[in-house]
């Protein structure tokens, strides 16, 4: 039985009805830059996650660019990210013409190392970022221990709906990106994302920057872009939010099932499971595996119609793109054996239990055929 690594279509087959009058309703009124939509979906993302203040952006990249530039972040400035996440965490720091400054992750959540960030914080560093990666929610504590005074960005991307011994992601450091890309744990109808802050002068400052650094008609104290969120991307999330809650319950109970599965398969000793640490509540917006001969698996699963994928192959301080920052292999050990360890699985709430049970029996299979 095939099983996709992710299938929207079941998502929104019971909710197209509405996602649907929500769409015309943006049409009759032909309202599409920012306005009504928009603003309605600010305050309502803003009461979900718990947070003053939320900015509708373009994406998630565009969430982390606004970030650094309303901090002033630019040239001969250092941000230091962890090594092992999506490319654009590192990318944006490097469009501003700052530095950045990568850390290893621990093995348990393969988010930034709080030790090793602390040792990367020097007189030029201007921010850090450290990244919720795969849905749980890093060490805040020792990071904010860690950081001091330096800003810190949260890259929430992946990790809407976490918490940190109860502070909702996004909410905890002095900025939060979150990304609104359709596989995420609240997805649009394409790309969109949203700022998160308590402070009032960031706010105001991401909303002039959103709109080409404008405060007032043709007045720019500060270059900008075009940031926007897009109406008809608000009016969908906005019919989806309700329902997060109840998809990543859907995540986590099918997380659970694949602990009781894999250990039934005897193959507890074998793979290792993602750890969902206490009071980090995790979201499994990904459930990261560790396998044994991880490309064999994984080319195994593809052959039997089982969606996986390795989230992240290459450790961002080893890209081509950052060869000028002089970084060799082993500089990052824990990120490097994770890129050549780790698979995703299958997680979407729709899953049926059939579904979850062939996952396992596929990877069951391959170890037992050796
Ligand atoms: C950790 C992380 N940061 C940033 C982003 C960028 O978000 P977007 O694709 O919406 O630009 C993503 C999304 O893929 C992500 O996973």
Known sequence: MPVPLLDLKRQYRPIREQVREAIDRVCDAQYFILGPEVEAFERESAAALGVAHAVGVSSGTDAL????????????????????????????????????????????????DPEALAAAISPRTKAVIPVHLFGQAADMASIARAAGTVPIIEDCAQSWGADFEGRTTGGIGVLGAFSFFPSKNLGGFGDGGLVTTSSDELI???????VHGQSGPYEHPRVGGNFRLHALQAAVLRIKLPHTAGWIEGRRRNAARYRTLFAEAGLAGVVELPEALPGRGHTFNQFVIRAPRRDELKAHLLAKGIGCSVYYPLPLHLQPCFRHLGHRE?????????????????????????????VVGVIADFYKAQ
């Open 330 to 358: 082993g500089e990052c050990p824990v990120a490097e054996r994770a890129s050549h360890d780790v698979l995703a699985l299958p997680v979407f709430p729709e899953l049926t239990d059939a579904e979850l049970s062939e």
């Open 65 to 112: 660019l606004a970030a650094l530039m309303a901090l002033g972040v630019g040239p001969g400035d250092e941000v230091v990210v962890p090594t092992f996440t999506f490319f654009a965490t590192a990318g944006v720091v490097e469009r501003l013409g700052a530095k950045p400054v990568f850390v290893d992750i621990t093995a348990r959540d393969y988010c930034i």
């Open 204 to 210: 105001r400052v991401l909303k002039e920057l959103r």
